[in-house]
C-alpha cells in the first residue's frame, strides 16, 4: 500500500538510537526524505548514515542541537527547509528516561529540572520550530497536511513510581498535543498533531533493566499481551500517523502501543515464563 510518504520531508528529533533509530529505517524505507537530529550521540548518528547504501545516504540530512536550546533547534530546522524547501512531517521524539528510581521527596531537583526540560520544554521548543516553518512554506498544494507526532509514554498515563519527574513530564505532552491539535490548522487547514504512548520496548537503553531477574514479570502483569514491543512497533505506528493517506482524518489522538497494558495487575507472577519471553527476543 502506497503511504504517500514518497519524498515527504519528515524531521526526527533523538534519532541516534533506539525508537528513533527505528523511526528512521521506516520513513527510509517509504521513500522519505529525512531531517535527523541529535545531540550527544551525534557521530554515532552520522557513522549510522555514512554506512547507509549510498541511495538512502542522499536522502538523509544530519543535524545537532540541543532540544533545549530553541534558537539552536530553531536555526538548524530552518537550514534543513533552506535545503529541502519545506518539511511535512515533524516527530518530536528526543527523551531521557534518568535511574535510579528515586521517590519525589528524595529526588534531585537538578533531576527534576532536567527531565522536564528535555522531555516536556524540548518536545515543545521542537513543535515550535516546525510550526515555524509550516508558517514560513504554508501547507502543500496536493492539499496533503502536515503532521506532527510526540512520543510519549504509559508513564504519562498510568503514573511510573520513582520516575514522578518522568511520568510529568510525559503527561505534559497529552496537554500540549490538545492545544497544538487547534493550532496547527491555522497554518494548514489539514494539519494533524498526534501522540504515540510506547510502553516496555526494548531497546539498548532499557535492556539492562528487562535484564534483571523477574523483571519482565513485573512488566508483562498488566499486559493482556505477554510480550514486549520492539523500536519497529512504535515506528510502524508513527508511519500510520503520519500517512496522508491512512490517518488524514486522524487528529488530536493518543495511541498507546502497550499490549494492552493496563494500571492493575492482570497476570499472577506464575503466569509468566519469563524464558519464553526472552526465547522470542533472540528469535524476534
Known amino acids: ?3 504517500r510518504l514518497a519524498d515527504k520531508v519528515v524531521f526526527v ?3 541516534s538510537g533506539g525508537i528513533g533509530r527505528a523511526l528512521a529505517e521506516a520513513f527510509l524505507a517509504e521513500g522519505s526524505r529525512l531531517v535527523l537530529h541529535a545531540h550527544s550521540q551525534l557521530p554515532g548518528l552520522q557513522a549510522w548514515v555514512d554506512a ?3 541511495g ?5 540530512s544530519v543535524l545537532g542541537a540541543d532540544v533545549r536550546d530553541a534558537e539552536a533547534l530553531s536555526a538548524a530546522l530552518a537550514a534543513a527547509v533552506r535545503r529541502l524547501g519545506r518539511v511535512d512531517v515533524g516527530i518530536a521524539n ?3 528516561w534518568p535511574v535510579p528510581d528515586v521517590p519525589l521527596q528524595r529526588m534531585d531537583p537538578e533531576r527534576l529540572r532536567q527531565t522536564l526540560e528535555v522531555n516536556l520544554v524540548g518536545a515543545a521548543l521542537t513543535a515550535r520550530a516546525f510550526l515555524a516553518c509550516l508558517e514560513q512554506c504554508g501547507p502543500r498544494a496536493d492539499g496533503e497536511g502536515a503532521s506532527l507526532l510526540f512520543m510519549g509514554s504509559t508513564a504519562g498515563r498510568f503514573g511510573e513510581r520513582g520516575h514522578a519527574d518522568y511520568a510529568a513530564a510525559k503527561a505534559g505532552l497529552v496537554g500540549l498535543m490538545e492545544s497544538l491539535k487547534h493550532e496547527i490548522v491555522d497554518l494548514d487547514p489539514y494539519g494533524r498533531v ?3 504512548q510506547p510502553g516496555w520496548t526494548v531497546t539498548h537503553r532499557v535492556r539492562p533493566v528487562l535484564e534483571q531477574p523477574g523483571h519482565i514479570r513485573r512488566v508483562l502483569a498488566t499486559m493482556p499481551l505477554r510480550q514486549l514491543a520492539r523500536a519497529a512497533d512504535i515506528a510502524r505506528t508513527a508511519l500510520w500517523l503520519a ?3 491512512l490517518a488524514r482524518h486522524v487528529s488530536g489522538q493518543v495511541i498507546t502501543v502497550a499490549g494492552g497494558m493496563e494500571g492493575r495487575l492482570r497476570w499472577a507472577p506464575e503466569e509468566i515464563d519469563e524464558a519464553a519471553v526472552r526465547r522470542r527476543l533472540v528469535q524476534d
Not at 538512502?56 to 538523509?60: L, P
Request: proline residues 9%; glycine residues 8%.
Open 56 to 60: 538512502e545516504r542522499q536522502r538523509v
Open 1 to 3: 500500500m502506497d503511504l
Open 52 to 54: 547507509r547504501p549510498a
Open 194 to 196: 498526534n501522540l504515540i
Open 243 to 245: 500517512s496522508p493517506a
Open 13 to 15: 528529533t533523538g534519532a
Open 94 to 96: 528526543a527523551g531521557a
